[in-house]
Every structure is written in C-alpha cells, then in structure tokens.
C-alpha cells in the first residue's frame, strides 16, 4: 500500500512541474493554485506513504499537521484556478466583476471555514488501516472539499461546452466516484484527488489562450 501512495506523490509532482512549467511560459494565473496544491499533495502522499517508518507519536503527529494546513489553505483556491479556465474557454459572462467578488468571498469563506475545521479543532487520531500508520482529524466537517467540487463540476462543463475539452470535468467525476468508494478502499480518495488535479493540469495546457485569467 506505501507503494501505492509513494506512486501519488510522484503523479503530482508531475503535475506541479507541469504546472511551473505553464506558469512560466504562458504567465497565466490560474495555474498557480495548481502549483500550490500539487505541491501540497506530494507532501500528503509522502507521509502517508512513510507513516509506518516513522511510527506512531509525536514525530509523525507534528509532520501530519502540515498536511491539513494544506487542505485547509490552498483547496478552495482552486474554485479562482476553475474560474480563470472558464474565462479562457471564451465565458464572456464569467469576466464581469459581479463574478470576480462572488469568487472571492466564496473562496475566503472556505478557507475560513477550512481553518476552522481542520486547524483549530483540529484533533488527530491515529488510524492504522491496511498496514498505513496515519492521523486523521476527528473533527473535520468536509464543508468546503464538497463545495469546491461542485463548483468545480459546473466549471468544467462549462469548459467543455467552450470546446476546452472534458478533462476538467471528468477528473471532477472521479474525485467524486473516489470520495464515494472512500471508505472502502483506503488508497481511493487520494486516487481522485490525482485525477482531478491531472484534469486541471490538462486542461491549463489545452486551453492556449493566455488571456486575463
């Protein structure tokens, strides 16, 4: 099972220097919560994937918290990387400023709410499921992943009705299939959790048009 995880953690650091690599070339902004967040992910994997070497203790629980910081600060930054692909799939309404401040307040709101569930309540309790020695946090409500996704969904159909392709929207499907299997297969969220970011990477290359993000 480390195997698996430690697979993840190379996936997405292909999508975080596939992500670099776009920011650098195209300058579009959209592609930096996907920097944010791939990175991120390379983080989690890891240490799910070398909980059991550390052990469980203080050691592992201190290095666990970084992972819900993550979760917490750069998830709902994905709704702005959502938006700016719908502005570049030629939305001419997603580009007014109405939209703009809804983007924004929403994505504020989340991460307040993300901070508030997974950083201060946050009360870590150790799992040691299919030979992966982890700390879950008891206390989060999953408020703002599952809002995310669903704004997420209708960002990509969006795009694939502009002609930027299903990838999006498809990798948002997965992410939802993989949350719902989730409890019974261990490796399944984290597996979703790939394709949806392998579909933002994808589509953040396909749609060329470098306008205002």
């Given at each position: ?109 989340l991460i307040a709410f993300g901070f508030w569930s997974d950083m201060l309540n946050l009360e ?20 703002a992943p599952i809002a995310v996704i669903v704004l997420i969904v209708a960002a990509g159909v ?56």
């Amino acid at each position: 099972m480390q195997v698996i995880f430690l697979a993840y953690a190379l996936g997405h650091l292909g999508l975080f220097v596939a992500s670099v690599v776009r920011l650098l070339g195209s300058r579009t902004l959209s592609s930096i919560p996907l920097i944010l967040v791939t990175a991120g992910l390379v983080y989690d994997n890891v240490m799910i994937a070398l909980g059991s070497a550390v052990g469980a203790g203080e050691q592992l629980q201190n290095l666990s918290v970084p992972r819900y910081f993550m979760h917490a600060g750069s998830t709902p930054l994905l709704v702005l990387s959502a938006l700016g692909l719908v502005r570049r799939s030629g939305a001419g309404w997603s580009r007014g400023s109405v939209i703009s401040a809804i983007a924004a307040v929403v994505v504020v709101a989340l991460i307040a709410f993300g901070f508030w569930s997974d950083m201060l309540n946050l009360e870590l309790e150790l799992s040691t499921d299919d030979g992966l020695v982890t700390y879950s946090n008891v206390n989060s409500v999953p408020v703002a992943p599952i809002a995310v996704i669903v704004l997420i969904v209708a960002a990509g159909v969006v795009i694939w009705r502009h002609g930027g392709g299903p990838w999006l929207l498809l990798g948002a499907l997965a992410q939802v299939a993989a949350t719902v299997t989730g409890d019974m297969l261990a490796f399944a969220g984290n597996l979703g959790e790939l394709a949806l970011l392998a579909g933002f990477v994808a589509t953040d290359w396909r749609i060329r048009q470098p306008a205002r993000p």
